[in-house]
């Protein structure tokens, strides 16, 4: 009695033994459908993580949560701060005067770092040629 399920199926003559389907290339091979197989040693790449699509949706995400945390912040620091900056003096809600110095701390950091960067693009460029 044959096995209703074998284990090892015998190719058939229009895949080959590789187990590939189509015409022969030219050199005689038969022709693949694109993919290529991991190299030998390396685990095959996981289409499910690390995609462009799956970073945006972290972003996304932790953007929201951000938000969240920062309308908490806003709503429960209302009351009124004395300010004083460079001569103008005045009063504003304690959440906008700590929000606005934080994106002024941001805006000073990401121009400092933005000026290393294009120092370091402006090293790499020239050491190129």
């Given at each position: 009695?044959?096995?209703?399920?074998?284990?090892?199926?015998?190719?058939?003559?229009?895949?080959?033994?590789?187990?590939?389907?189509?015409?022969?290339?030219?050199?005689?091979?038969p022709?693949?459908?694109?993919?290529s197989a991991?190299?030998?040693?390396?685990?095959?790449?996981?289409?499910?993580?690390?995609?462009?699509?799956?970073?945006?949706?972290?972003?996304?995400?932790?953007?929201?949560?951000?938000?969240?945390?920062?309308?908490?912040?806003?709503?429960?620091?209302?009351?009124?701060?004395?300010?004083?900056?460079?001569?103008w003096?005045?009063?504003?809600?304690?959440?906008?005067?700590?929000?606005?110095?934080?994106?002024?701390?941001?805006?000073?950091?990401?121009?400092?770092?933005?000026?290393?960067?294009?120092?370091?693009?402006?090293?790499?460029?020239?050491?190129?040629?």
């Amino acid at each position: 009695m044959s096995d209703p399920h074998p284990t090892h199926p015998e190719p058939s003559p229009t895949t080959g033994t590789s187990g590939t389907t189509g015409t022969s290339g030219p050199s005689g091979t038969p022709a693949t459908s694109g993919t290529s197989a991991p190299e030998p040693g390396r685990p095959a790449k996981d289409p499910l993580r690390g995609s462009r699509t799956s970073g945006v949706w972290t972003a996304v995400v932790l953007g929201a949560i951000l938000l969240v945390l920062l309308v908490i912040f806003i709503v429960q620091n209302t009351q009124q701060v004395e300010v004083a900056y460079l001569g103008w003096e005045g009063e504003a809600p304690l959440a906008a005067t700590l929000l606005i110095a934080t994106a002024a701390g941001m805006a000073l950091a990401i121009l400092a770092a933005s000026l290393r960067i294009l120092q370091l693009r402006r090293r790499v460029r020239r050491d190129r040629h």
